[in-house]
């Protein structure tokens, strides 16, 4: 079985994956994003950079995206993943192909190469996506006080658009069930405790399939 956890830059998709393996015995998948990714820092040195690195970005995400997935798979068990790879795909790459950071040659070819590779047994939808919803003001916010300093220092605009095709993405996703939640009904980092009414509801939309017995009664985080 496979939880997805989806959301915005900011919305604490890393703390919940953590948060909810933990609270039910389940192996998690966190995002990397950092020390292994050589177009990162690029692609946040400003409009240039994500003229030119958006591509290689992208396709870094892509990659490494279905390289864990198969990983998982091989694996077995249960997992929550940190962002889906239809994130990857159906909000970045596009929305840098909408804002022309992708030209439309290098939009075409990513599509083509995400299409095949949605066929493959790695790309099997999650059992259930949780989606973490916040208003744009609350994941600017977040991202000022809890993000890292490239995102700190992006234009706003980049992320409000980002928002807009998460709002209408996740409005239009069929794939598999979607649990949402608001992220202002509850703060991990300073309640932890606030972590059981979340595993609450999605054990209401997993009933028998998730263990009878939790590992940890309660959350615990650093």
Known sequence: MLLGIAGMIGSGKTTLTQALATRFGLQHALESVDGDNPWLDKFYSGTEGMHK??????????????????????????????????????????????????????????????????????????????????????????????GRPKERDTDPAYFAALHARYEGWIGGFTKCPVLTIDVRDYDLIANPDSAEQIAARVRGELEGELPQTELWPKITTR
């Open 53 to 146: 690195y958006g591509m290689h970005l992208q396709l870094h995400f892509l990659a490494t995206r279905f390289k864990s997935m198969r990983r998982m798979r091989a694996l077995g068990g249960s997992w929550v993943l940190d962002r889906t790879w239809y994130e990857d795909a159906e909000i970045f790459a596009r929305g840098l192909f909408e804002q022309r950071y992708m030209s439309a040659d290098d939009w075409g070819l990513y599509q083509q190469l995400y299409a095949e590779l949605l066929h493959a047994p790695a790309a099997r939808p999650p059992r259930l996506m949780i989606y973490l919803h916040a208003p744009l003001a609350t994941i600017l916010e977040r991202i000022q006080t809890r």
